[in-house]
Structure formats: structure tokens, C-alpha cells
């Protein structure tokens, strides 16, 4: 099995930020795509960025220019810095990967994080 645990949410002031990292672990044969999203209350959950094997990223619209999503194969882990938070960042963020099992090297399987709180507030 593959598990993904976020970290690094919290409460944070506007303006503030906040860098959210999440920890692969498990049989891994190998992650393609690393992902971020996001899910507040009473809306569905939005693509924050996303990172491919060859490093190449995608934002959402709400967040481009104030996020930075990284990863380190070695560990991995994937991280996601925000700058600049607002209010309607707000969220519950949840981490994403495609991955290869060591038990079937052939198929990816997509894994879900349990989520991390960000709450941006006075």
C-alpha cells in the first residue's frame, strides 16, 4: 500500500504564508504526477498546482504567482509554498500522487492525503 500525509497547515494571517509538505511512503516503485488541491467548505475541491516527474508545473487560477510547488524524488515528498494568502484561501488541502506499486511497476493508482487545515484569519 502507498500512504500520503500532509503537513504544515495552521492558521495564518492575510498576507501571511504557509509551506505545506506531504510525505509518500510505502511500496513505491515510482510517482509520476505530485498535486495539490483544495476543497472549502460547501464548494468542490480545485486543482492548486501540480508537478510533473519531469518537473514541469501547473497552477490554479486562484493561486498562480503565489504558489510555488516543488519535490524531492529522494525523500518522496512534494511541497507546496504560499505566499500572500487571503481569506478564500481557506481550505482543507490535500495532497496527490499518481503512483506505481512495486507490486504492479505497469499501472498508476491515484492516492489521496487525509488533508491539512489552512485557515487564513485575524
Known amino acids: 500500500q502507498v500512504q500520503l500525509v500532509e503537513s504544515g497547515g495552521g492558521l495564518v494571517q492575510p498576507g501571511g504564508s504557509l509551506r505545506l509538505s506531504c510525505a509518500a511512503s510505502g511500496s513505491i516503485f515510482s510517482i509520476d504526477a505530485l498535486g495539490w488541491y483544495r476543497q472549502a467548505p460547501g464548494k468542490e475541491r480545485e486543482l492548486v498546482a501540480l508537478i510533473t516527474s519531469t518537473g514541469s508545473t501547473n497552477y490554479g487560477d486562484s493561486v498562480r504567482r503565489r504558489c510555488t510547488v516543488s519535490r524531492d524524488d529522494a525523500k518522496n515528498m512534494v511541497y507546496l509554498q504560499m505566499n500572500s494568502l487571503k481569506f478564500e484561501d481557506t481550505a482543507v488541502y490535500y495532497c496527490?500522487?499518481?503512483?506505481?506499486?512495486?507490486?504492479?511497476?505497469?499501472?498508476?493508482?491515484?492516492?489521496w492525503g487525509q488533508g491539512t487545515q489552512v485557515t487564513v484569519s485575524f
Open positions: 496527490n500522487a499518481k503512483v506505481r506499486r512495486k507490486s504492479d511497476p505497469t499501472t498508476f493508482n491515484d492516492y
